[in-house]
């Protein structure tokens, strides 16, 4: 392996990686704006120029693979020379409009500008060219012109990745700008990507454009929710009290206003698509169960969990374990689901229709697929798809072999449940003598049912998912669930204590109970799951690397 | 000159107090002399004309042109609002008081607006930072500090209430940062008929109305 030198430190590398690729390994800052990770090299915003040994001229770091022997410097007064004139260059026509740019406070200009430049503009604000402003490219994506410095990143992201071409530069020289063809608008499903590849705020999304500045911001890692897939992302959400008493705004609560790619080259790389991107909003659909009721009497969620109790057990020394079961959610997570197994006694399925079917079958050849459920590997490892799918539990419900059931049930954030799926459900609850439902929202087809317990959604509860290619990835609690609403596994806990059986809530403290379980998952622990998620050791790899 | 007890950087001249007032206390007369001085002013009040009493609130003294009271909203020349939703202030704002939705603005040279912009007076600390921080001479502060209300919700200020109250146009601005206005105005009701608050149609609502400006882009 060839070593080389940067800035008076040896390091060892792999051949054939650029300079700026090993600089980001070993953790060397290098300015950049046009080379990202997963789109490629371009090498035209010129301002990852580094300075080699016996190089006549400065090279650029994005471009210049590395050789033995080679030395390289990154912090030189040349090298900072050439970045700042690259800075000023770039910002010549910057309309300087901070103030109403979304970009800013996360904004590379703005970065690149503190650390390196610093200039003052040699052009006066007034004779700046003006260029086109809040220009849709699509439904999801406004484009800003001024902003723009050309980095082609957008263009190469639906050139190389999504193979669809819809951006383009046009013109050349001082005239270059980025746009579309009228009639080929960017309705590409993953659009919005070009939003978080833009390091200025040139690009913005339609969807999140002016709702909040970047600042008020805190970042959750979490993993999406909206397919099987499990790309993983950041909750944007808000963090700080903003407005005081003012009405209408809830302080405490919390609200996810964005969600952003997170870098995982083994599942998603740097991408994720506009449906589980914008799924967050599909909480915001319904109204959210704010309280448990018990036949229709609002109750508190533990006296309600403790009649669920005391009818479960009366069922089970009636008619026998057989009588009770429960139907999951794949949306729930795997330490929700081992709880629920274990409460009860491995009665428990989760399939709604053709998720085991489904889940390993891509929607399209980039990320999605046609399973829209986060967990549905997880809940086949931990055994649950053995009682019958939702329609044979209905048939055994109406054949009076179960007569009770718990439902938890998680909306599919992306696209919508089948009104089949529904209307099974209310045929289950309508054919049951006793039925707990512990949902999210205030659904019309679970108004029948005898317990209604509020439920935490997806980002409101700290678990593990698991993905289709078995990759366990946590997925962590962002916002605060509304008041009354538990996540599912505490409210087992609490049933579980109710039958004498002490657990933690702690999902780290489940998981670790789980893999005692379930052997797949024993040498896996939270830690060693970390940001990107871990595939169990055991867990022979049937899928095959379909990315790009 | 040195700096003396008590910090003052200058020679602050000392009068001794202890003295006279043994002397006025050691004697009746004293007290004779005390309703000489009461008399006096009676006369100078009653027929001089030289009160040093007014009759508020009919009647209020000048305040400074830096009096931090309850702020303004100031408009462009057209008579629509200036603030560009940047949240400057709300970010700076210590007291968190200050609460802002933007919203997309018709004309893309604007860009953006604040659909709504509430400042929470009773928890406002009046420390003009939200002025100091706007970058477009958006928010000033007034030389108005009225807050007697009949109800808690009246001391959220909206956007129309921030814009224009009876008799902040007479007063004039108070603290800002450029004295004279460089850029920014407040909103006359006399001139700026077509934004008069509170106006009568909804939608027409005084941020949007840019209807001069509009039309000239398009």
């Known amino acids: 392996m060839p070593k080389v030198t940067i800035n008076d430190h040896v390091y060892e590398a792999e051949k054939g990686k650029t300079i700026i690729q090993v600089a980001d390994e070993v953790g060397v800052q290098i300015p950049r704006y046009c080379y990202h990770p997963d789109i490629g090299v371009e090498g035209s915003c010129r301002m990852c120029l580094v300075e080699v040994e016996k190089a006549p001229k400065l090279v650029p770091s994005c471009a210049t693979p590395i050789a033995d022997g080679m030395v390289i410097r990154t912090t030189t007064e040349r090298v900072n020379q050439a970045v700042r004139y690259a800075m000023e260059f770039l910002l010549l026509h910057h309309p300087i409009d901070c103030p109403v740019c979304d970009q800013s406070g996360e904004c590379w200009l703005q970065d690149y500008y503190m650390s390196y430049a610093g200039h003052d503009s040699r052009y006066p604000l007034g004779e700046k060219t003006r260029r086109r402003k809040a220009y849709n490219l699509g439904p999801e994506v406004k484009l800003d012109q001024e902003r723009c410095i050309l980095c082609t990143r957008c263009v190469r992201f639906t050139r190389n990745v999504t193979h669809t071409n819809e951006i383009q530069v046009f013109n050349r020289g001082h005239k270059a700008e980025i746009g579309i063809f009228e009639d080929a608008p960017l309705t590409n499903p993953y659009s919005m990507n070009v939003v978080d590849v833009c390091p200025v705020g040139a690009l913005t999304s339609a969807d999140f454009r002016f709702k909040v500045r970047a600042w008020f911001l805190q970042g959750t890692t979490s993993v999406c929710a909206g397919c099987s897939t499990g790309c993983n992302l950041r909750v944007d959400h808000s963090a700080r009290a903003v407005g005081g008493g003012i009405p209408g705004y809830t302080a405490t609560d919390g609200k996810i206003y964005r969600t952003v790619g997170r870098r995982n080259i083994e599942v998603n790389k740097s991408w994720l698509c506009d449906e589980g991107r914008l799924s967050f909003h599909t909480m915001e659909r319904w109204p959210r169960l704010v309280g448990a009721t018990v036949t229709g009497q609002p109750k508190n969620t533990n006296e309600a969990l403790t009649f669920a109790h005391s009818q479960f057990e009366t069922i089970r020394q009636q008619s026998g374990d057989a009588a009770v079961a429960a139907l999951g959610s794949a949306t729930n997570t795997n330490e929700a689901l081992f709880l629920l197994k274990r409460y009860f006694r491995g009665r428990v399925d989760f399939r709604l229709g053709r998720e085991t079917e489904t889940y390993q079958t891509m929607q399209d050849d980039l990320l999605r697929r046609l399973d829209k459920h986060p967990n549905t590997q997880g809940a086949i490892d931990l055994g649950l798809a053995g009682l019958g799918d939702l329609k044979s539990i209905c048939e055994r419900a109406e054949r009076k072999e179960i007569r009770a059931v718990w439902i938890s049930f998680h909306p599919q954030l992306v696209g919508s449940d089948s009104d089949e799926t529904l209307k099974d459900l209310q045929r289950l609850i309508a054919a049951v003598e006793f039925s707990v439902v512990s949902t999210t929202h205030d659904f019309d087809w679970a108004r029948k049912a005898t317990v209604i317990l509020p439920m935490a959604g997806w980002a409101e509860e700290r678990g593990t998912y698991t993905n289709y290619a078995g990759r366990v990835q946590i997925t962590n609690r962002a916002i605060t669930p509304p008041a009354g609403a538990l996540p599912l596994h505490v409210m087992i806990v609490e049933m579980l204590k109710l039958s004498n059986v002490q657990v933690t809530s702690d999902p780290s403290a489940i998981f670790d109970w789980l893999g005692r379980d379930v052997a797949l998952y024993s040498a896996l622990d939270y830690d060693s799951i970390g940001l990107l998620g871990a595939v169990p050791a055991g867990r022979t790899a049937e899928t095959t690397e379909v990315l790009r | ?218």
Do not use: W
């Open chain 2, 1 to 218: 000159m040195k700096p003396v007890k008590g910090g003052y950087a200058v020679e602050v001249p000392v009068i001794n107090v202890s003295e006279r007032a043994r002397q006025e206390q050691s004697s009746v007369l004293s007290t004779f002399k005390a309703f000489g001085v009461t008399f006096r002013r009676m006369i100078t009040s009653l027929f001089k004309g030289d009160m040093p009493t007014i009759s508020y609130p009919e009647e209020q003294r000048p305040y400074s042109e830096r009096f931090r009271g309850t702020h303004i909203l100031t408009v462009r020349d057209d008579g629509s609002l200036k603030c560009v939703a940047c949240y400057m202030c709300a970010t700076i704002c210590p007291a968190e008081c200050i609460y802002i939705e933007a919203g997309e603005h018709p004309n893309p040279e604007i860009e953006k607006f604040p659909e709504r912009f509430d400042i929470d007076m009773m928890r406002c600390i009046y420390c003009g930072f939200c002025v100091d921080a706007c970058p477009e001479e958006a928010i000033v502060m007034s030389r108005e500090h009225h807050q007697a209300v009949y109800d808690r919700s009246e001391t959220i200020y909206t956007i129309e209430k921030l814009m224009q109250r009876s008799g902040i146009y007479a007063k004039g601005p108070g603290y800002r940062p450029n004295i004279p206005f460089a850029e920014a105005k407040i909103f006359d009701p006399e001139k700026n008929k077509v934004c008069s608050i509170p106006s009568g149609v909804e939608e027409r609502h005084p941020a949007v109305l840019y209807e001069s400006m509009i039309n000239k882009r398009h």
